[in-house]
Nanobody, 124 residues
Framework: QVHLVESGGGSVQPGGSLTLSCTIS???????????MGWYRQAPGKQRDLVAT???????NYEDSVKGRFTISIDNAKNTVYLRMKSLKTEDTAVYYC???????????????WGQGTVVNVSP
């Protein structure tokens, strides 16, 4: 069973930095190709929104409010995506969820996976 392991959340003051990581993991990792990985966030009482995505060949896409502050990157060898966040604002406070779109070599084909979420709290 493939799952996404997230880490790096925490509490930070406004203007601070955090780096989130998300690794594709399994007891026995099947053969797959990464189509796209990314991060979404959900603030209390709000819907889950896109933060940033990156394709398996490294093309990033950002939500407007994080452009210039957040950087998404992917390490295909480690099956890991990173989200480096700087100049954090109180409005960045949310649960951040990792998402991965994988194309399996077997009959499963394309499958979308979600992580369990990691909390980012930005407060004075």
């Amino acid at each position: 069973q493939v799952h996404l392991v997230e880490s790096g959340g925490g509490s930070v003051q406004p203007g601070g930095s955090l780096t989130l990581s998300c690794t594709i993991s399994a007891t026995i990792l099947p053969s797959f190709m990464i189509h796209i990985m990314g991060w979404y966030r959900q603030a209390p009482g709000k819907q889950r929104d896109l933060v940033a995505t990156i394709t398996g060949n490294g093309i990033p896409n950002y939500e407007d409010s994080v452009k210039g502050r957040f950087t998404i990157s992917i390490d295909n060898a480690k099956n890991t995506v990173y989200l480096r966040m700087k100049s954090l604002k109180t409005e960045d406070t949310a649960v951040y969820y990792c998402n991965a779109g994988l194309e399996y070599s077997d009959e499963r084909g394309f499958v979308e996976h979600w992580g369990q979420g990691t909390v980012v709290n930005v407060s004075p």
